[in-house]
């Protein structure tokens, strides 16, 4: 993974100067880390050095053979696995909202036995009870493994349909959970390396926990995102270069959205995939206001096409798909830089251990972002009032 | 189609005194529709009563029966059809980037003859013609109709090798070309029925092209749109409450960042999917700042699925989905009415009529709102900033 930071705005002095605000976090998070203590907020830091999951997860999959996997969760209980599955994984089923439609053309593809892993941390959420019980009444050959909080309502209905549990470790929300047994089992299911996974993440954590802040990459992309914002740059952009990393920026949006949305913070993250949304919206991103920071994401394809003889682009015979994709994500941060817009750039390949790293890394710099904002990364108390006002719609 | 703009945070004397402005410009349109004026910017106005190309695209599919249709293009080439497409027709593969494992994926699926339709307005798109040469050497048993401007480069290359063409109206940009060819040919393939397409975009501009603008929608819209922003909220979210709606919101976000995304405008259009993004977004956009615009388009699925009996949560018992999903989104509207955040919502049923209602809307809506921002609502300046660059890269 290559990070360059040169064009975000700021001198690296302007940087480090912010950063260094962050150290006592930084040392709180290591003791954390150390005690291994799981009552703390930051309990989601110690799941990459935590084997117990993983070799959960392997022991069930050993047990239960399925041909299909449904993750019947929303929000954190699905968008992680999804971020990893799709780029790196064979096909799972999602049944997030409640869309019936969606529903059905599931139920029409699951021919052989079925894993029906029903996520939910407080085990009673709306749609993810309602697609549970129509999966489990329409399909004929299904398991039902049920991954929630010890205790949860759904906890207590799985004892008594004998479905087998795992637990996520109370103090781990959702948005922080891919690394709990909310990702890990459906993703070894999907053939991905969920060892390799943690140890990507494991490596990360070492390098953001690093009190030499000019050496820590969350401490320093988080100082971004705040200086850019302080800046009045109010919309965070994650701009990746291939399709299959959309649902990696649309897991990073949830865990920035609801981790600093709060108090009235006008910082709202965005989606973008490149080279698609070049033609939607790079007009805006060039002509219009400088009120946007950007983390262009590169990665390159396993299997590069090339470019076949043709007289409508001679100058693209023989050019691999790869430089191609690679040269519009070149143009664009040039005209970028040359309007003095912000923006980071990653590199990445698309293996366990890199995305593992970067999910991890994303995960410590909203955190301490959300230090510098002086909010708490770890609630969600707006989500209430609409919720409320369901639940007596649907009483 | 109900449009409730009640929370939309201003009095109807101030939205109508901001709308009456716009007299001059919806005057300026009536006189284009009426004399059927093909070389002014307003051009696009002319197409939903204009049967040429209804006919054309009928009489081409009529000769060209195939078990296949690609779309090659990207952005205004590709979007609108999609929108169309995933609610009410059978499925199109797109190529849009130049994604290799996309299009092996897309020459794998595609058994039978193929057509594949290269639309792309200046015949010169990178990705266009990367995708189109690929496609067209991998592919086994196809024919090929190109879609573009007259006299463009791919023009000469489709006479050269007997393609067929259809020709976009000249002063027809992408991003306002779905009732052209862009989107008839395709659609017709895909089974909609595009006369009704057509006539739900005609009775539109009736309304659109009203001089009292107390009735005409795209005035209130694009007056409610434009005071928002004048108030700071510079995000303007299309929050779609089903699934395969999301392309709708994609198209409309090309629309608007497009349109008005210039001379340092702030306005960023976003999308979000319901319920799916408010266990994402939810709680951001009720706890965060008050700097966005929402409009809510609720729609229900035509295969209601009833939740069957259960003791996780018996509240749900015998409820549609729609009802469920009905729920949410009014608990939603809910809560951000006790905040005091403006929307508007918008209830439409997903037929030809209905959804070309609304997009004729929105694209008259967007004309209107460019006038009120000054800006030009046809031209996209910047784009060339960074193609020259990649264009250098890929000499």
Redesign the interface.
Known sequence: MELDYSQAGFTEKQIFNTAVKLLPTINEMNSIVKTRNWASDYASLLLPSEKTFLHQSHRVLKQVKADNFIVVG???SN?GTLALQEPLGKKIFYA?????????SIIKQCKGKTLVNIVSKS??T??T??N???LL?ELKNYEVIVTTDSGS??DK?AE?NGWLVLEVPSRVGGRYSVFSNVGLLPLAWSGLNTTKLLDGAELMIESCMSNDVEENPAAILASLIYLNYQKNR??FDQFLF???LEALG?WY??LL??S???????????VS????D???????????????FYRIVNSK?????I??K????P??NG?S?N??????S???Q??LA??KKPFVSFNIDKTEEELGGLMQLEMVEVMLLAKLLKVNAFD????E???????????
Do not use: W
């Not at 394809?301 to 096409?305: H, L, P, R, T």
């Open positions: 929303i929000g954190g968008l997030d909202t409640t869309d019936p439609d969606h529903l059905k085990g009673s709306t749609e009870i309602a549970a019980c129509t009444k309502k759904l209905e008594q109010v919309v291939s399709n299959d649309k949006r949830q959205g609801e600093i949305g709060k108090h009235g913070i006008a910082l709202t993250p965005t995939i490149g080279s698609t070049l033609h939607s919206m790079g007009q805006s991103y060039l002509g219009g206001a400088d009120n946007k394809f396993k299997n590069s096409a470019v076949p043709n007289n409508l682009a100058n693209l050019k798909f430089k191609i994709m690679n040269s519009i070149t143009g664009f040039t005209a040359n309007r969600q108390p707006q989500v009032e609409y919720k409320k006002h369901t639940r007596k719609l649907l009483k």
